[in-house]
């Protein structure tokens, strides 16, 4: 009996080594998060970036996020970040001077698992190599895009991430052309990830632009398993209620999409100081104006 389960543990361990998906199949986990700005209203408020922040690092260590696009970050929120993310670096820049200043569409990655291989940034406006507004937008937009190898994998494959402008109806489906554009100059056999907020729901043309595109497809469509019971938008009120999703993760065809989630984790902050006689109460609060948007995927291993 002993030489059975001897004969027939070897047998399942080989199969395991030898099964072309052990081989072959690889996978991870990937995420884009609006921060929402550092600003002294959202502090009066209760929503200061420095009660938010370690609660939105916090979700991030707990859901595994391995490479994430952000949005709204400014220069002392991304070091903040990185202080409390060990083992994670970002790649970006900041929209206003192309340098620090301004909000960024910065790419968080493990080091030990990816080797970042190329970077860059450009402007999403008819003028992409410098800081400007495009077409009808009220702000000036930036793109940051990275060239990364999975280590012990072979794998390579580019991740985009961007925020669109809020309200130029033109700008956000120029963008959507710029960003496709933009792919079509990269080599055809890599695989591209496409993150950001790009302030338009899954109804909207700019959306529909890169979603049938045929080089990109949103994850949301694609996942056979879904955690998205609200939108993305949440303006910090955990009651709010929307199917507006304008927040989004779009692959190329290498990937397989396994889970999609939009993550609504609370916590919760003291609402009156405990008195005598008096009981406290707290409110509901998140991390962001935004819910991060989350997918697990696998590839083929090149």
Not at 16 to 38: D, E, K, M
Not at 64 to 93: C, H, K, N, R, W
């Amino acid at each position: 009996m002993k030489q059975m389960i001897k004969t027939l543990s070897l047998f399942l361990l080989m199969g395991a080594v030898l099964s072309p998906q052990c081989v072959t199949a690889q996978g991870f986990t990937i995420g884009t998060y609006n921060l929402r700005y550092a600003n002294h209203d959202d502090s009066l408020n209760g929503n200061g970036w420095g009660q938010r922040y370690p609660v939105l690092i916090n979700m991030i260590r707990f859901h595994g996020f391995d490479i994430f696009g952000t949005q709204e970050g400014l220069y002392p929120q991304l070091q903040d970040m990185l202080a409390a993310l060990p083992g994670y670096s970002y790649i970006g820049v900041g929209r206003d001077d192309g340098i620090k200043a301004g909000e960024h569409s910065a790419i968080f990655y493990r080091t030990d698992k990816f080797e970042l291989l190329e970077s860059g940034n450009f402007w999403l406006s008819p003028i992409t190599d410098r800081p400007n507004k495009g077409w009808d937008a009220a702000l000036p937009r930036i793109c940051t895009w990275g060239k990364f190898r999975e280590k012990g994998a072979r794998f390579t494959f580019y991740m985009f991430n961007l925020h669109m402008d809020h309200i130029g109806v033109k700008a956000r489906a120029e963008s959507s052309k710029l960003i496709l554009q933009k792919i079509k100059e990269f080599p055809k056999d890599i695989p591209v990830m496409l993150t950001g907020d790009f302030n338009v729901d899954q109804y909207n043309e700019s959306y529909t632009l890169i979603n049938q595109s045929g080089i990109l497809r949103d994850a949301f469509e694609l996942s056979p398993i879904k955690l998205a019971s609200v939108g993305t938008f949440n303006g910090f009120n955990t009651d709010e209620y929307t199917d507006k999703r304008i927040d989004h993760i779009f692959v190329t065809k290498s990937f397989k999409v396994l889970r999609y989630g939009i993550l609504t984790d609370t916590y919760r902050s003291k609402k009156i100081e405990n008195m005598v006689g008096q009981k406290e109460t707290y409110k509901a609060r998140v991390a962001s104006d935004h819910y991060p948007v989350m997918i697990s995927i696998m590839h083929d291993k090149k």
